[in-house]
């Protein structure tokens, strides 16, 4: 593995889905600065970072090798975990909180398939936090063992290697192995939710639910992808007369909640459809999500059903940037991002599994998009 800054960086970069990995692990741990970091004999660099304490490292940013604990970690291959600097045995007067004036830190090895050391999966804060648990080292250990898979794959594979069974196949480990520590975090912030009543913890626990929340939909996105190239098929259960406003009723109040700040208004039909509901309703929640991260942030976002002649047409539309026409036909391939006005980037699947899900029903999928509005419209036959 090179240690040249800008190759690192460019391989994290690379890795679409460690900025989520990174945002992840702020909003369940409470820290404030997480990093995957290219940890050699010599050097120290930044690879990803989500900062948010004004540690001030960005992406290709470097420390000094000897004032880390990385570089301790870099010979033992053990994870580190502090939970408070100045009362912990054997790190109250280590050099490295000290210099730095961390008092919670964890920081878990990256292993590559040769057994070799890439660097850190690290996070830090100035104020203290409880990290060492099953339930964090688990997941540390878990994302480490993702970002160390993708690094060796990326090594492997050429420009193609997004259509190769193999990295298909990772996506659908990653899927099925995120939900057992997912399940975990979300049971322990509706725990914490009945336990603690006062504001402040109350808002921070509903941060860390809609983040829960979103990345269970990233794993559902990444197993349909998976599926769908590994030979299994897209699968839907259709049912005879579906009645699917209640559906999307439940699919919108859930997206008011998560976007409180956002305009969604809803005129739905009462149509029945001949359609596998569940799937309907994760059309709609992913073509809501990426109004939500695309349009104005000031603007309303509108959802129309109806049945029109032999067919039922559901439209979600926002008003905002239009979309490039050279762009429409890119937007259902899989691993395309725009660029959200939120900052808050997926996989690149939503819209993918969105026409996967039409194609399935034997529909239409179409765009508009204009300065005045850009507009989605699915048509899926009644019978």
Same mark, same amino acid.
């Given at each position: 593995?090179?240690?040249?800054?800008?190759?690192?960086?460019?391989? *994290?970069?690379?890795?679409? =889905?460690?900025?989520?990995?990174?945002?992840?692990?702020?909003?369940?741990?409470?820290?404030?600065?997480?990093?995957?970091?290219?940890?050699?004999?010599?050097r120290w660099i930044a690879c990803c970072v989500?900062?948010?304490?004004?540690?001030?490292?960005?992406?290709?940013?470097? %420390?000094?090798?000897?004032?880390? *604990?990385? /570089?301790?970690?870099?010979?033992h291959h053990q994870v580190v975990v502090i939970?408070?600097?100045?009362?912990?045995?054997?790190?109250?007067?280590? +050099?490295?909180?000290?210099?730095?004036?961390?008092?919670?830190?964890?920081?878990?090895?990256?292993? %590559?398939?040769?057994?070799?050391?890439?660097?850190?999966?690290?996070?830090?804060?100035?104020?203290?936090?409880?990290? /060492?648990?099953?339930?964090?080292?688990?997941?540390?250990?878990?994302?480490?063992?993702?970002?160390?898979?993708?690094?060796?794959?990326?090594?492997?594979?050429?420009?193609?290697?997004?259509? $190769?069974?193999?990295?298909?196949?990772?996506?659908?480990?990653?899927? +099925?192995?995120?939900?057992?520590?997912?399940? $975990?975090?979300?049971?322990?912030?509706?725990?914490?939710?009945? !336990?603690?009543?006062?504001?402040?913890?109350? $808002?921070?626990?509903?941060?860390?639910?809609?983040?829960?929340?979103?990345?269970?939909?990233?794993?559902?996105?990444?197993?349909?992808?998976?599926?769908g190239r590994m030979g299994g098929g897209f699968?839907?259960?259709?049912?005879?007369?579906?009645?699917?406003?209640?559906? #999307?009723?439940?699919?919108?109040?859930?997206?008011? #909640?998560?976007?409180?700040?956002?305009?969604?208004?809803? @005129?739905? $039909?009462?149509? #029945?459809?001949?359609?596998?509901?569940?799937?309907?309703?994760?059309?709609?929640? /992913?073509?809501?999500? @990426?109004?939500?991260?695309?349009? &104005?942030?000031?603007?309303?976002?509108? =959802?129309? !059903?109806?049945?029109?002649?032999?067919?039922?047409?559901?439209? =979600?539309?926002? !008003?905002?940037?239009?979309?490039?026409? &050279?762009?429409?036909?890119?937007?259902?391939?899989?691993?395309?991002?725009?660029?959200? @006005?939120?900052?808050?980037?997926?996989?690149?699947?939503?819209?993918?599994?969105?026409?996967?899900? =039409?194609?399935?029903?034997?529909?239409?999928?179409?765009?508009?998009?204009?300065?005045?509005?850009?507009?989605?419209?699915?048509?899926?036959?009644?019978?």
């Amino acid at each position: 593995m090179t240690t040249d800054p800008t190759a690192a960086v460019q391989i *994290i970069s690379e890795i679409s =889905v460690v900025p989520t990995i990174l945002d992840v692990i702020c909003r369940t741990t409470g820290m404030g600065f997480a990093a995957v970091a290219r940890v050699t004999e010599d050097r120290w660099i930044a690879c990803c970072v989500k900062d948010d304490i004004a540690f001030g490292l960005l992406p290709g940013g470097e %420390l000094k090798i000897e004032t880390t *604990i990385c /570089n301790e970690i870099r010979q033992h291959h053990q994870v580190v975990v502090i939970d408070h600097a100045d009362e912990d045995p054997v790190y109250a007067k280590h +050099h490295t909180p000290t210099m730095y004036g961390l008092q919670s830190y964890i920081s878990m090895p990256i292993l %590559l398939k040769d057994g070799s050391f890439f660097g850190t999966l690290c996070a830090i804060d100035t104020k203290p936090n409880k990290l /060492n648990t099953p339930e964090t080292l688990g997941m540390f250990k878990l994302f480490a063992d993702l970002i160390a898979f993708h690094i060796d794959a990326l090594q492997r594979l050429d420009q193609e290697r997004q259509g $190769s069974e193999l990295r298909e196949q990772f996506i659908a480990v990653l899927g +099925h192995d995120l939900r057992n520590p997912l399940a $975990s975090l979300d049971a322990g912030t509706r725990m914490l939710q009945r !336990s603690f009543e006062d504001d402040k913890t109350q $808002s921070v626990l509903r941060l860390m639910r809609n983040s829960i929340s979103r990345m269970s939909g990233l794993i559902d996105n990444v197993l349909d992808f998976a599926r769908g190239r590994m030979g299994g098929g897209f699968a839907v259960q259709h049912a005879d007369r579906v009645p699917l406003r209640p559906v #999307m009723e439940h699919v919108i109040a859930e997206l008011r #909640m998560a976007n409180p700040e956002r305009r969604i208004n809803a @005129n739905l $039909s009462d149509a #029945m459809v001949r359609c596998d509901e569940g799937r309907i309703g994760q059309l709609l929640s /992913n073509l809501l999500s @990426n109004a939500i991260a695309h349009g &104005a942030e000031d603007g309303e976002i509108r =959802v129309d !059903s109806e049945a029109v002649d032999d067919a039922y047409v559901l439209s =979600v539309c926002n !008003s905002g940037e239009p979309i490039p026409q &050279a762009k429409i036909s890119e937007l259902f391939k899989p691993f395309f991002r725009g660029e959200p @006005n939120s900052g808050q980037q997926g996989l690149g699947l939503g819209l993918y599994i969105v026409a996967e899900i =039409v194609k399935a029903h034997n529909g239409t999928l179409s765009v508009t998009s204009t300065p005045d509005e850009t507009c989605f419209t699915v048509r899926i036959p009644l019978q």
